[in-house]
């Protein structure tokens, strides 16, 4: 907890009990009879201590809920506000709309369309082209056997619960977390202790099994938002739309939950490709789609989104990054599991003393890391305001090495939009065993190398005439064994000629006797070492980073008369959905037509752009396109040369009309700054630049 929002509630609390313990002594006063002017001066010592418990009130409020005290708009009344101008500028606006929508469904307007079009092509020049990565494309509808080897027919599912008198399904940790806030957010009585309980709880959310889940609703009292009937017991609902591929209904299949199993299954083919050389990374861009039990939040919980995935295939021996030097020394805000099980904050850290201390498990993981950090700032998001927090131990699979999220802070808290995994080899060994082809990857030797290796050779024979017709899956179990197993095996059934034997698919122990399998260990010569690959994987929540990009860019500044505020979008030129607008200052022909020549050399340098030559005002004009984060305006006032105004700073600059165009374009495409044009042009000074 914030030492300064955990020292407010405690020195409300004291305050709370000084304000009763005076009350109590005025009261007492009066019981007694005292004199007028004792009684008076009780009552105004008790008046003082009141003032100071409500201003300590709104020194809480302030901390607790992102207010400063200095008019800053809270975090609702923000959100509203840059939510209204989305929706009213076309950014987004719920799917379906004169049918009263759908949860969960939205449609991007042209400016968004823009904007998530500009995300995802530097996305493919940061990632893709830098890293000379494979870009595959493949089908959202995938065979339920595929979904069944990965394992998410079994266990892709979110806890679920129900109000028992109305059957409405609310997700159960979203109904936990939405306690927890409005109690740190809106409670001021709540105790520093209670507080810091409930924080726990929020940073341990995803640790929690269905049992505590349960429990914890139960303790708080939590029960049905819209109904206040009692709830059931969690339980867990898979989250995959289920379709049918063909007429005949025969053929299973789901709606992708994520793009990756695409690139797994293409694994051989895609290293054939590459050579047959490792590290390789396949990378692929599309639409995903999850049956969300309460979408909310607008673009952060949907049921259809664009998905960016990395796979990043490495040998599980040599973790390292030839280009890892390149983000070693960045420093940002990082969140390691210990900080928080033990109620810390996220810290800056640099990034190669993170991985040279184990925090980070390998140079690869840690260098997509400093990678997606990149990406992210140089979209426009706030430095102060990522974070990368670790998977708590529970919170990993089994088989992961390691994970982060990337984080980043929003009106509606801390939201994950990157996750960056090390999934170990789980997912090629999953597909390898279902499908039956090996997906692996081979180290050749220079000079071959004489190798010990295990063999363990079933009798079928005698497992035959034993087990009949489980001999199979007898078989499948004693070639799985791994070394310890087989030699404690060994061992045993030299001594007593007999052993109890665990049989997983029959779910049994069955006897296994010295005359049914042979163990031994012998030497042989190897010219190549196989293996399975380990798999870095860098997952995107496109919806999810465009929606804290508009958060991250969205302000209001007051109007040049002071008597409206006007809202304004500081997106980056890099993302902005138009670059330019081209605007003549008055309506004449001649004004008109050197905007059509302008506008035309925009084009023509590939640069977004809208012309305006209605006859509104100039000024309103600028306000419009600052609401859409057009980061330039070239203004016609003249027919030999033109300003060019700058969205933020509102400065202007004048150049030559056959220029405009290139010094747009220097700026937009990142190898000029303002402040490098604003230092070697004639600057243009206008009221209407302020309006």
Known sequence: MAASEESLRKALAEQQSAVEAQGNAVRALKAAKASKPEIEAAIEALNILKLEKSSIEKQLQAAVSGNDGDGVLSREAFRQAAVNTLERRLFYIPSFKIYRGVAGLYDYGPPGCAVKSNVLAFWRQHFVLEENMLEVDCPCVTPEVVLKASGHVDKFTDLMVKDEKTGTCYRADHLLKDFCNEKLQKDLSVSAEKAAELKHVLATLDDLSAEELGAKIKEYGITAPDTKNPLSDPYPFNLMFQTSIGPSGLSPGYMRPETAQGIFVNFKDLYYYNGNKLPFAAAQIGQAFRNEISPRQGLLRVREFTLAEIEHFVDPEDKSHPKYSEVVDLEFLM??????????????????????????????????????????????????????????????????????????????????????????????????????????????????????????????????????????????????????????????????????????????????????????????????????????????????????????????????????????????????PIKCTVFPLVQNQQYEDVAKAISKSLTAAGISHKIDITGTSIGKRYARTDELGVPFAITVDSTKDVTIRERDSKLQIRVGVEEAAAVVKSVTDGRRTWEDVWANFPHHTSGSADD
Not at 392 to 418: K, Q, T
């Open 335 to 576: 969140f390691p599991r210990e900080e928080q099980m033990s109620g810390q904050s996220a810290k800056k850290i640099r990034l190669g003393d993170a991985v040279s201390k184990g925090i980070v498990n390998n140079e690869t993981l840690g260098y997509f890391i400093g990678r997606v950090y990149l990406f992210l700032t140089r979209l426009g998001i706030d430095k102060d305001r990522l974070r990368f927090r670790q998977h708590l131990a529970n919170e990993m699979a089994h088989y992961a090495a390691d994970c982060w999220d990337a984080e980043i802070e929003c009106s509606y808290g801390w939201i994950e939009c990157v996750g960056i995994a090390d999934r170990s080899a789980y997912d090629l060994r999953a597909h390898s065993e279902k499908s039956g082809v090996p997906l692996v990857a081979a180290e050749k030797f220079s000079e071959p190398r004489e190798v010990e290796k295990l063999v363990i050779a079933p009798v079928k024979k005698e497992l035959g005439l034993e087990f009949k017709g489980n001999q199979k899956n007898v078989i499948e179990a004693l070639e799985a064994m791994n070394e310890k197993e087989a030699l404690e095996m060994k061992a045993a059934l030299e001594s007593e000629g007999e052993v109890e034997f665990y049989v997983c698919t029959l779910g049994k122990n069955v006897p296994i006797k010295k005359n049914m399998v042979s163990i031994s260990k012998e030497k042989k010569k190897e010219h190549q070492r196989v293996f399975t690959p380990s798999v870095i994987e860098p997952s995107f929540g496109i919806g999810r980073i465009i929606y804290c990009l508009f958060e991250h860019s969205f302000y209001s500044r007051p109007s040049k008369a002071g008597d409206e505020q006007l809202n304004v979008f500081r997106f980056p030129p890099l993302v902005a």
